[in-house]
T-cell receptor, first 112, second 114 residues
Framework: DADVTQTPRNRITKTGKRIMLECSQT?????MYWYRQDPGLGLRLIYY???????NKGEISDGYSVSRQAQAKFSLSLESAIPNQTALYFCATRDRAQETQYFGPGTRLLVL | AQSVAQPEDQVNVAEGNPLTVKCTYS??????LFWYVQYPNRGLQFLLK??????LVKGSYGFEAEFNKSQTSFHLKKPSALVSDSALYFC????????????FGKGTMLLVSP
């Protein structure tokens, strides 16, 4: 969905490096989410935010941090990347009145 | 705790035949249920949802799903499969609470042969 953008789309980094994945949305939604997708494991929730001042840990938050800079922007950081963080990362948004989440195109991350 | 099971890693069907992708769930209280589809190198796209009301839900691209409370199932169906339906399908569930989050199944790869 073009209303939810993620940068970069692909990233290769080395173990121990700090990296940031960015997500922006023009849908005006207050709720934003970060997921990772691994083959055979589906999508797992890393962090979520219900508004700028409300940040919550998800199922697999260890090794990650987030920042909600504005309603439209939600960034995911890997403070010290490790190889098992190699995955496909998705950002998603949801309007408070709606039940449907809208996903970005994903960021493919490879940690060497 | 809530969970979703998609018992089939892959479903194979011939074009023109009906297809079913299975999903069962576990959640406290009344569930909100969703199907999403992921095409290669794309993000997830919403297909359909069950919130309340009619147990048979119709969605995008001719897909439908039936909510069965007694069997805690929400199977995805389509009367006549297309080759272009080949993709990865995810079932997801959450509680009917404004603060709950989605739990996804592991996904089922649907392959439709010509």
């Amino acid at each position: 969905d073009a209303d939810v953008t993620q940068t970069p789309r692909n990233r290769i980094t080395k173990t121990g490096k700090r990296i940031m994945l960015e997500c922006s949305q023009t849908k005006g939604h207050d709720r934003m989410y970060w997921y990772r997708q691994d083959p055979g494991l589906g999508l797992r929730l890393i962090y979520y935010s219900f508004d700028v001042k409300d940040i919550n840990k998800g199922e697999i938050s260890d090794g990650y941090s987030v920042s909600r800079q504005a309603q439209a922007k939600f960034s995911l950081s890997l403070e010290s990347a490790i190889p098992n963080q190699t995955a496909l990362y998705f950002c998603a948004t949801r309007d408070r009145a709606q039940e449907t989440q809208y996903f970005g195109p994903g960021t493919r991350l490879l940690v060497l | 705790a809530q969970s979703v099971a998609q018992p089939e890693d892959q479903v194979n069907v011939a074009e023109g035949n009906p297809l079913t992708v299975k999903c069962t769930y576990s959640v406290s209280g009344n569930p909100y249920l969703f199907w999403y589809v992921q095409y290669p190198n794309r993000g997830l796209q919403f297909l359909l949802k069950y919130i309340t009301g009619d147990n048979l839900v119709k969605g995008s691209y001719g897909f439908e799903a039936e909510f069965n409370k007694s069997q805690t199932s929400f199977h995805l169906k389509k009367p006549s499969a297309l080759v272009s339906d080949s993709a990865l399908y995810f079932c997801a569930v959450r509680m009917n609470s404004g603060y709950s989050t989605l739990t996804f199944g592991k996904g089922t790869m649907l392959l439709v042969s010509p």
